[in-house]
């Protein structure tokens, strides 16, 4: 196991010096499909697009006084955690958030300040909820990307709305499928890690948990 180990720490190590960026590069617009495949896609490299999605209106429209007005009596689906860790690992148990139903302006409200409540609210549900829970903000975007789309060769799996403060946080985790994230309002930190180095990444099997906040 030793020289398995060794030959993998070398993998990883020339992955980082002759393939990875230091950085996570900057495009300057929409790229064309077929070059989003091939350089980004195929190699699966990160990249930061500017001026991707600077048509959509929802770059304006969305303020929480707009929201609220289009979408605030909505009931949806909200997870709540004690400290903003949702599907995360707890000791022996991998925890998942309590989800409440709840109505869009009640988020807000907590999110605001204006009322408080125990826990962390976060809307983070992954079965394509903008769709099927917010479907009034479609005319405020696009149900799909079209160049993402076309380098794909097919539509989303899942189109998904998430809103959150800053404690809201997303656990390490991978995905079975290609992610577009847009931020509309405010930031999103991502820590990424490259396929090389999955072998020095711990592993386990837990069991699930559903947590409470009262």
Same mark, same amino acid.
């Given at each position: ?19 990875? $960026?230091? +950085? ?17 896609? #195929? ?10 999605? +600077? ?13 609220? !007005?289009?979408? #605030?009596?909505?009931?949806? =689906?909200?997870?709540?955690?004690? $400290?903003?860790?949702?599907? %995360? ?15 869009? =302006? =009640? ?21 394509? $909820? ?11 975007? !696009?149900?799909?990307? %079209?160049?993402? +789309? ?17 404690? %809201? ?15 509309? =309002?405010? !930031? ?27």
């Amino acid at each position: 196991m030793d020289a398995v180990q060794e030959r993998l720490t070398e993998f990883s190590q020339e992955a980082h010096e002759l393939y990875l $960026n230091k +950085s996570v590069p900057y495009l300057d617009g929409p790229p064309e499909p077929l070059d989003f495949y091939r350089d980004w896609i #195929g190699p699966n490299k990160p990249c930061i697009i500017r001026n991707a999605l +600077s048509h959509w209106p929802a770059l304006s429209r969305w303020t929480l006084d707009y929201l609220r !007005e289009k979408i #605030g009596s909505k009931v949806i =689906s909200v997870a709540v955690t004690p $400290n903003g860790y949702a599907d %995360a690992v707890a000791g022996d148990y991998f925890v998942m958030p309590e989800e409440r139903k709840m109505s869009f =302006s =009640s988020v807000l409200d907590i999110i605001e300040g204006k009322v408080q409540r125990s826990g962390v609210f976060y809307v983070q549900k992954q079965c394509s $909820n903008l769709l099927q829970e917010l479907p009034e903000l479609i005319d405020d975007l !696009e149900p799909h990307v %079209a160049w993402m +789309s076309a380098a794909l060769g097919k539509m989303p799996d899942a189109v998904n709305f998430w809103l959150g403060e800053e404690k %809201a946080i997303t656990s390490m985790h991978k995905d079975p499928y290609e992610n577009l994230y847009c931020v509309i =309002s405010g !930031e999103k930190h991502f820590i990424l890690l490259p396929p090389t180095d999955r072998p020095f990444i711990p592993y386990g099997n837990h069991s699930n948990w559903t947590g409470h906040v009262t």
